[in-house]
């Protein structure tokens, strides 16, 4: 069974500047996650997806984030523009159902650095 | 709110001995707790998982976790530590539901010759 794929896995650029990160879910997982991991920390829910709808996005700086998933399959994650302070890990994972809680399956990540 | 402590960020063991993790959590229902560990440029692992059934879970390469209800810990040991066991491991807790998973700080696993 394929795992979650992100890509890319290293991206470096200036502050203000926009980027996007995609993420592919493990075939058939209904839900899609991204989390953002700050050096030393651990990871950070952004956002979450049921299907194509969003669960909770509580903790997306919506000022500056925005992510979607049209047709409920693979989702992109987008900064625009970037600061200093988005430089982290971000996490795509996936799961089969949201009850009961289930495993979640996480991709290898994107390293943004913002110089 | 809910919340998770992992009371050590780095925990040095030599190979063959010993492995404590150890994790509390805050609780006003009854919690769904999980360990990660996460090896370097590598996703997130699942290690194991406790969901209300038995409190003394095992999971993979060996390790198992402990739900104690009265002092609201979950703590990894592995009777004998191998290298490929250096890692960050993470502590995670849910109450099921939509609520979210809601990370520890995570504890580095160092381990000698």
């Known amino acids: 069974e394929a795992g979650v794929a992100q890509s890319p896995r290293y991206k470096i650029i200036e502050k203000r500047q926009s980027v996007a990160f995609w993420c592919n879910p493990i075939?058939?997982?209904?839900?899609l996650y991204w989390y953002q991991q700050i050096l030393g920390q651990g990871p950070k829910l952004l956002i979450q997806?049921?299907?194509?709808?969003?669960?909770?996005d509580s903790q997306l700086p919506k000022d500056r984030f925005s992510a979607e998933r049209l047709k409920g399959v693979d989702s992109t994650l987008k900064i625009q523009p970037a600061k200093l302070e988005d430089s982290a890990v971000y996490l795509c994972?996936?799961?089969?159902?949201?009850?009961?809680?289930?495993?979640?399956?996480f991709g290898p990540g994107t390293r943004l650095t913002v110089l | 709110a809910q919340s998770v402590t992992q009371l050590d960020s780095h925990v040095s063991v030599s190979e063959g001995t010993p492995v404590l993790l150890r994790c509390n959590y805050s609780?006003?229902?009854?919690?769904?707790l999980f360990w990660y560990v996460q090896h370097p440029n590598k996703g997130l692992q699942l290690l194991l998982k406790?969901?209300?059934?038995?409190?003394l879970v095992k999971g993979i390469n060996g390790f198992e976790a402990e739900f104690k209800k009265s002092e609201t810990s979950f703590h990894l040991t592995k009777p004998s530590a191998h290298m490929s066991d250096a890692a960050e491991y993470f502590c995670?807790?849910?109450?099921?539901?939509?609520?979210?998973?809601?990370f520890g700080k995570g504890t580095m696993l160092l381990v000698s010759p």
């Open positions: 994972a996936s799961s089969n159902d949201r009850f009961p809680p289930d495993t979640q399956y």
């Open positions: 075939s058939g997982h209904a839900t």
């Open positions: 997806f049921q299907n194509n709808g969003v669960v909770d």
């Open positions: 609780s006003s229902y009854s919690p769904s």
């Open positions: 406790y969901t209300s059934a038995a409190t």
């Open positions: 995670v807790v849910t109450w099921g539901g939509y609520s979210t998973l809601t």
